[in-house]
């Protein structure tokens, strides 16, 4: 047996069947290009679950323990509370799980895009007293008619809070040589187009720091993104189907039409993990479920890993205070209501709103 923290090493180390597994296929294709555990895109590569203890015995078996998992549910403790104490609850939550991620023997930044969660990390930073905060956005010249930075929202954060700032402009002319780059840098194949900023970002980020707080994982633990309204009041019996139809990004029929037959798989195993995952106990309720699965499987397996890995790969650290296993824990007792509110992420809208250095 080999272990190691990624594919490429395991590679490094020859003797491994680099064949492309083909369920892993059908999950890349499908599934929004998240690749479940245990498998890999590699036949002869497998992970480790997110929060699991495998014992390896002698003879070669093994057990797994799962030593972690939010719930996603009410809980009898949270009886009672009112939307604004959800909002004070969670808050102050994110104002421990922040300051946990300031120890660090060196100084630590943050990653601002301009937007309500890394801007939010911003200004408890500064309630807390944090002084000459550096902060860091990046964005790209205009192409196609489109804005290519988000230097406006980000200049009205550095300039509510005082932060040390540094606007990151790249040239075009780095952009085509730093795509060899950000793929050699990735743990596993990944698509999102953003995988080339985070690559220069951290590049340029190590000049002046080596540890940063980031806002990763807030859409999903608070439901930011725009696939989950559409499940507001979607029976649970009717869950799988109505995830699948919003969030998967082909049905299984149409790879038919994409991949080369003996690629084809008589069954959807894409279906069978998403079925599978909303069997399990607890998330009653078919937001809470579609939340329980995209932060333990695709949060861990696409936004994490990518941030990950581009930062790592310029060896920057960074921290996601959003992901505190007890603000997660906290967040997943909330009602989805709350959460669904102002188009979502609402409870974490009013939390920010009205923000400012004195608050």
Known sequence: MRFASSLPALLAGGD?????????????????????????????????????????????????????????????????????????????????????????????????????????????????????LRTFSIGFHPAGGEVGDEFRWSDRVVAEFGTDHRRILVDPARMLPAVDHTVAAMAEPMVSHDCVAFHLLSEEVTKSVTVVQAGQGADEVLAGYNWYPPLAGVPRERAVEGYARVFTDRPHADLASILEPEWLLGHDPSRSFIADHFRREGATDTLDAALRIDSTVMLVDDPVKR????????????????????????????????????????????AAAGWSRTR
């Open 16 to 132: 491994v069947d680099t064949s492309v597994d083909p369920v892993a296929l059908h999950h890349y294709m499908t599934f929004h290009s998240v690749v479940p555990a245990p498998r890999t895109i590699l036949t002869g590569v497998r992970k480790l679950p997110p929060a699991t203890v495998r014992t390896i015995l002698a003879d070669g078996t093994t057990t797994d323990r799962e030593y972690w998992s939010p719930r996603h549910e009410r809980r009898p403790a949270d009886a009672g509370m009112t939307a604004a104490d959800w909002r004070d609850a969670l808050l102050e939550s994110l104002r421990t799980a922040v300051r946990r991620r300031m120890v660090a023997d060196v100084p630590v930044g943050v990653l601002l895009s301009g937007g309500l969660d890394s801007s939010l990390i911003v200004g408890l930073l500064a309630q807390e007293g944090q002084s000459g």
């Open 307 to 350: 941030v990950d890995n581009m930062t790592m790969a310029w060896g920057l650290e960074a921290r996601v205070p959003f992901l505190d296993h007890e603000f997660v824990e906290l967040a997943a007792a909330c009602p989805p209501g709350l959460k669904l509110a102002h188009g979502g992420k609402g409870v974490l809208k009013e």
